[in-house]
């Protein structure tokens, strides 16, 4: 699935180069498209990419602490 893949995508660039994901494109765009992807029992997710998205987000946190603030986790608490 293009999902998955994009994901795994997500969280390598985080891991090595974390400075070509930041920017408003990731607060507006790519974190609410991880988030959506949580919940594998949707039909529209797969179980792999619910994995890898929750896998990207983690390896976001991991290279841009700057994510993990009160804001970020208020907007990704629900959906889990």
């Known amino acids: 699935e293009v999902r998955q893949s994009a994901f795994a995508l997500i969280g390598d660039t985080a891991e090595y180069c974390p400075s ?3 920017g408003p494109f990731l607060n507006t765009t790519l974190l ?3 988030v959506r992807n949580f919940d594998a ?26 994510l993990v603030n009160p804001s970020t986790t208020v907007n990704i608490l629900p959906t889990i």
Do not use: C, K
């Open 20 to 22: 070509a994901i930041t």
């Open 32 to 34: 609410p498209a991880i």
């Open 41 to 66: 029992r949707s039909e529209e997710v797969s179980q792999n990419s619910a994995n890898n998205a929750m896998w990207a987000l983690g390896q976001l946190f991991v290279a841009l602490p700057s």
